[in-house]
């Protein structure tokens, strides 16, 4: 198979740079690859995660229209700014250069505008979305092995110049820097993103409890923290520094205090409104009792997956639901009807 894709294919094969491969025209590099999989894997289990806590699973989709162009846009802008880049280079993304916290602004401040459109709980809904980022965030640092970016100081000792400890950036890659080995700081952000998504998405699938938006400030809190500690350590020629200012270790650091003290606002909030830091003493303990949905004619169903599920009738038959469907559709055209003649 290798050796058909080297081969001088007119149709598909490996990138000379080595960094991704090509269909047809069609430059597809590996970076790109990795983020799409991440994408991917946070919206199926961000999807399953709503299910679990008592939310219509569809919404997820809504929220990923939405959310994944304005992350992007928000990076590679956040890049430009604090590099610096020229701004109006803002829309070269295929040359390189995008910010993870600035996907994190971008997708997050997009979602809080969903949601009030929608008129849903944000705090519910970022609950079961923006911790599965951990997982497209570790799957992402796969993508900057393959470009040969985001890596440490020099590793001289040649005991130490083994993965993933180190990695071996080749000559004419990384910001830069000369070829040799580096901390792999890829692979390191990689594992400890992989840990914080283990505990926060258990965390999440078993509590019950109030308040919502424990697990979005616990992942602020936590990734802010890594960044944090890893930024002062990248590559001198790796860190977006325009003007003299980190910025990335400065937004990590207000990302970590703004975990830590969001998640002491809710618990206080929560105390003086139901007696206890964590659910209730006085009332329904549950942060999830009410079935959320941003669509008419979405009833909840018996599921084994929706902690609340238990609650709800069984799911009816496909004649049934054809029935229900056709019944919603007709009472939505008489709606619609009713005020075409309103506005006559």
């Not at 939405?66 to 070269?92: M, N």
């Not at 926060?200 to 699938?205: A, D, E, G, I, P």
């Not at 078993?206 to 890893?230: D, E, H, Q």
Request: proline share 6%.
């Amino acid at each position: 198979m290798q050796t058909f894709l080297l081969a001088d294919n007119p149709w598909f094969g490996l990138n000379p740079n080595g960094k991704g491969i090509y269909v047809f025209t069609l430059d597809i590099r590996y970076y790109a690859l990795c983020i799409v999989a991440g994408m991917i894997a946070a919206a199926c289990l961000s999807a399953l995660l709503m299910k679990r806590r008592n939310m219509s699973p569809d919404f997820v989709f809504t929220l990923f229209v939405i959310c994944i162009p304005s992350a992007i846009v928000c990076a590679r802008l956040f890049y430009c700014i604090t590099k610096p880049l020229p701004i109006e280079d803002w829309y070269k993304i295929h040359e390189g250069g995008l910010s993870i916290i600035g996907s994190v602004i971008g997708g997050v401040g997009s979602g809080l505008i969903v949601c009030l459109v929608k008129k849903v709980s944000f705090l519910r809904a970022a609950d079961c979305v923006v911790i599965t980022m951990l997982l497209a965030q570790a799957m992402g640092r796969w993508g900057n092995f393959f470009n040969q970016e985001v890596f440490g100081q020099p590793v001289t000792d040649p005991a130490l110049q083994w993965a993933p400890y180190a990695v071996y950036i080749g000559p004419g890659n990384g910001p830069g820097a000369p070829a040799g080995w580096y901390q792999a700081f890829c692979f390191w952000e990689m594992g400890i993103n992989l840990v914080g998504f283990a505990l926060l998405f258990t965390f999440t699938w078993f509590r019950k409890s109030k308040p919502n938006g424990i697990s979005l400030f616990l992942y602020f809190a936590w990734y802010g923290t890594v960044r944090a500690c890893m930024e002062p350590f990248r590559y001198q020629g790796d860190i977006l520094g325009g003007g003299g200012v980190m910025w990335s270790e400065f937004f990590a650091i207000l990302m970590a205090g703004f975990g830590v003290i969001g998640c002491l606002v809710l618990m206080i909030l929560n105390f003086r409104k139901e007696g206890k830091f964590i659910g209730s003493a006085k009332g329904d303990p549950c942060g999830i009792t009410e079935y959320l949905t941003p669509y008419k004619d979405d009833p909840p169903y018996f599921s084994k997956i929706n902690m609340m599920g238990a609650k709800y009738p069984p799911k009816p038959s496909k004649e049934e639901l054809k029935r229900m469907e056709a019944e919603a559709k007709a009472r939505r055209a008489e709606e619609k009807k009713k005020r075409g003649e309103d506005q006559k």
